[in-house]
């Protein structure tokens, strides 16, 4: 399958935890996405990567929260002291450079307990 | 991105089109109209994209009025597998750091 892959699928833990999530992209895409999605709602947008550098950041990108890109392929989103209002579900997406549409994962599932 | 405006919901007959509108009477010039779906508990799907001619590939039609205020979204054959929440997105994705900004979509049921 040469498609976005997502690890893990879920993940569950205890408030004030530390969580990472990793995002494999389509491979040459050198587009990066981050989105969420919370129930009954669509996918909002994180932050954005072009090749390894950050180049947006959304508001909902607290300080918590951190990605990185390190060599332009897969990216790391991390999670700190996680708190109740982070449960959702976590998206990743690419693409290639100009119109060209972005393809997601299945995302990861997170649920604070 | 301009705004996009779909009804929440809809019925279809398995076997029949289904046919899905979209208003984006404020689109701009270079925006796109973008399509995805997202079944239960995975990650949207690309379904197909334009900016002002009909586009058709093997999973949908795409049909763009003139003046492109408006589009829909035909899939032709609706099968239970179709069923899902549609979006409709109105972007230009060309410039850094363009994202997709998703609205409520449109639940489509196709039923037996």
């Known amino acids: 399958d040469t498609g976005v892959s997502q690890n893990p699928r879920h993940k569950i833990t205890k408030r004030g935890q530390n969580v990472t999530f990793r995002c494999d992209p389509i491979?040459?895409?050198?587009?990066l996405y981050w989105y969420r999605q919370t129930l009954g709602q669509g996918p909002e947008f994180l932050t954005y990567?072009?090749?390894?550098?950050?180049?947006?950041k959304s508001r909902l990108l607290s300080d918590r929260f951190s990605a990185e890109r390190p060599k332009g392929s897969f990216s790391t989103l991390e999670i700190q002291r996680t708190e109740q209002g982070d449960s959702a579900m976590y998206l990743c997406?690419?693409?290639?450079?100009?119109?060209?549409?972005?393809?997601f994962g299945d995302g990861t599932r997170l649920s604070i307990l | 991105d301009a705004k996009t405006t779909q009804p929440p919901s809809m019925d279809c007959a398995e076997g029949r089109a289904a046919n899905l509108p979209c208003n984006h009477s404020?689109?701009?010039?270079?925006?796109?109209v973008y399509w995805y779906r997202q079944i239960h508990s995975q990650g949207p799907q690309y379904i197909i994209h334009?900016?002002?001619n009909n586009e058709t590939n093997e999973m949908a039609s795409l049909i763009i009025t003139e003046d492109r205020k408006s589009s829909t979204l035909i899939l032709p054959h609706a099968t239970l597998r179709d069923t899902a929440v549609y979006y409709c997105i109105a972007g230009n994705l060309h410039n850094a750091g363009n994202m997709l900004t998703f609205g409520g979509g449109t639940r489509l049921m196709v039923k037996p």
């Open positions: 404020t689109i701009s010039g270079n925006e796109y």
């Open positions: 334009g900016l002002k």
């Open positions: 990567f072009q090749n390894e550098a950050q180049l947006e």
């Open positions: 491979s040459e895409h050198n587009r």
């Open positions: 997406a690419s693409s290639f450079e100009g119109n060209q549409p972005q393809h």
